[in-house]
């Protein structure tokens, strides 16, 4: 499979199994235009950027992950939650627990003791430490994803994957910019019909 159908199947198999509640939909078109503004930032004021990505970016596309995607039978794509889990290339739902989990414990570290890390400075502040270890802490669980998908799926799919997370916050306001208007009007559901119909070439 060459580069770029892989990444098509990958955001396809992705959008399918994971991108079916519009509500789930609507969060990620926001979650993506705040990914975007922190791209922006990143050149302009970086704490700001990483507060930005964190704190607004990824929770609003986390809460959609977590409490409006069905963990029951997928009938739509007649699979089991378990299945897709299995089969997930990125970070599945065990997986992101363990990531959040540690993000969520910085500032309480930071909290009680600043120098418990051995890198950052007091005369820093906090929020400046809080934000440089969140940028690393997003930086090296995509690196450390991808260089796992090196060894369990080859190289080729390590890249792929890594390219799809950075671009991600583009594809998804290409995708979902009509969700909050569908969601609007009570099209609680993507039946993934108009999907379906240009699909990439997948066994799964």
């Excluded at 430490?129 to 802490?137: A, D, G, Q």
Aim: hydrophobic share 45%; glycine share 4%.
């Amino acid at each position: 499979m060459k580069f770029f159908e892989e990444l098509h199947l990958q955001r396809w198999d992705d959008h399918r199994f994971y991108h079916q509640n519009r509500i789930n939909q609507t969060l990620h078109f926001f979650s993506a235009c705040c990914f975007l503004s922190s791209y922006v930032l990143i050149f302009i004021d970086p704490v700001l950027a990483v507060m930005v990505a964190w704190l607004l970016a990824m929770v609003l596309r986390q809460s959609g992950h977590f409490f409006f995607e069905s963990k029951e039978f997928d009938t739509i794509n007649n699979c089991t939650n378990e299945y897709k889990e299995s089969v997930k290339v990125g970070y599945n739902i065990s997986r992101k627990i363990v990531l959040l989990s540690i993000w969520a414990a910085i500032p309480f570290i930071y909290y009680f003791d600043v120098h418990i890390l051995g890198i950052m400075k007091v005369e820093n502040g906090m929020l400046y430490n809080i934000s440089v270890t969140w940028l690393w802490l997003g930086l090296g669980a995509v690196l450390f994803r991808t260089l796992h998908l090196f060894k369990i799926k080859g190289v080729q799919s390590g890249i792929v994957w890594a390219t799809k997370i950075l671009t991600d916050p583009f594809h998804d306001v290409k995708i979902y910019w009509r969700a909050p208007y569908r969601l609007l009007k009570g099209d609680m559901i993507d039946d993934m019909t108009e999907w379906y119909r240009e699909k990439p070439a997948t066994n799964a």
